[in-house]
């Protein structure tokens, strides 16, 4: 059944070609024109250049990113993103509880959420990039707590001193106008970020399921898992399909996959299943750590020499951040989304290196930009409308095609995604996470 000609539907998302779009959608450079890597002086550093340009260009538009949010395209995006969000937060909670000695929890991951939702909806320049904790830096924390944990260092001081660390050089990355090398950064490198953190959640999963022996819990878990995505997958495939009514697709689309965690959530728990003891996320008290400690790690009781020892992680620790928070920014505002508001990777570089000297001082892990869910945001405030496909004569030719119409630019589902994280946290919520 093709879809009338004034129909609004969403289609599955499609990887952009950051190559293609970093020197026009971005405008990295930060002098308000589109520039050739050939172009002269490039490299010329003006200070603070790039991120005075951002600020100017984004300031008008700030009021209509509240304005904006009064569409419909905001409440399926928001529901959508706080699934995708939090579900691979609370696997890599449990990764990084049983990789870092108890030290990492569903509390301090789900905060970590909610400080790059808050900062990056009401601060940066791009508010549809989702920052969260992501594969990399689960992998980048417990493997600095294998390398120090035998000397007697203080791991979250430490690891607060990384943080720390990574700040001061984030922010002169932003203030010497860094992210001009984005236009170097093609459609091959960032596809094969994306296969990596695809990776790593895959490993994650199959690690998870592979602790559970070979007992009843770990056959239910299979099934549960396996269908899980199949009824997800088989949801966005009819939502993007010729079938059924064009609101039954939508809501398919907009609410499937949220509906299918919730029904499976429940559904291991009925009949001959409900004796499985199914292994549960370890969870502590709401809004506390889960270590016996303060929010604030006393980060001067360490020793002189840890302090400057932390600075090599540090630079790994922004390398990764420069790459992966770009990347996930540049597929989230590829030129197949028909975005009108401008970007500034130079700010929001800027708000990253605040996030991380935070979420280091309250030893929470360090929140980026996330893929895939930094596109997936983009795709779900998409609107697309059908055409009608002409010849060359301008005849119809009896088919239409489905093109991007706008994209719901605002800052409330960014924002929402991460008050919902934050209710997660509370009692009820966090001692029922399995």
Known sequence: MAPSPDEKSVLPARRPSPGSQNATRADVNGNGHRSSARGAGWWKVKLFRGMVNDIRRRAPFYMSDWIDAWDYR????TVYMYFANILPALAFSLDMFTSTGSTYGVN?????????????????????????????????????????????????????????????FHWILAITNSCNWLRYVTRFPCDIFGFYVAFIYLQKGIQVLERLGDAEPFYLSIVASLLVFMVAYACAGLGGSGLFHHHVRTFLKDYGTPLTLIFFTGFVHIGRMKPVHLEVLPTGIAFMPTADRSWLVDFWNINVGDVFLAIPFAILLTILFWFDHNVSSLIAQGTEFPLKKPAGFHWDLF?????????????????????????????????????????EKGEFKGSYVIKASHVV??????????????????GPSSSSCT
């Open 108 to 168: 301090e991951v789900l905060l970590a959420s909610v400080l790059g939702a808050v900062v990056f909806s009401l601060l940066a320049c791009q508010p549809l990039v989702i920052v969260g904790v992501t594969g990399p830096i689960t992998v980048f924390n417990y493997t600095v707590y294998d390398i120090i944990k035998p000397t007697g260092i203080n791991y979250l001081a430490f690891m607060c001193w990384i943080g720390l660390w990574s700040l001061v």
């Open 74 to 77: 905001v409440v399926p995006a």
């Open 351 to 391: 708000l990253l290196g605040l996030t991380t000297g935070v979420a280091g001082i309250l030893g929470l892990p360090f929140p980026n930009g996330l893929i895939p869910q930094a596109p997936f945001h983009t795709e779900s405030l998409t609107v697309k409308k059908s055409y009608a496909e002409m010849d």
């Open 409 to 426: 630019e605002q800052r409330v589902s960014n924002l929402a995604q991460g008050l919902l994280t934050l209710g997660t946290m509370t």
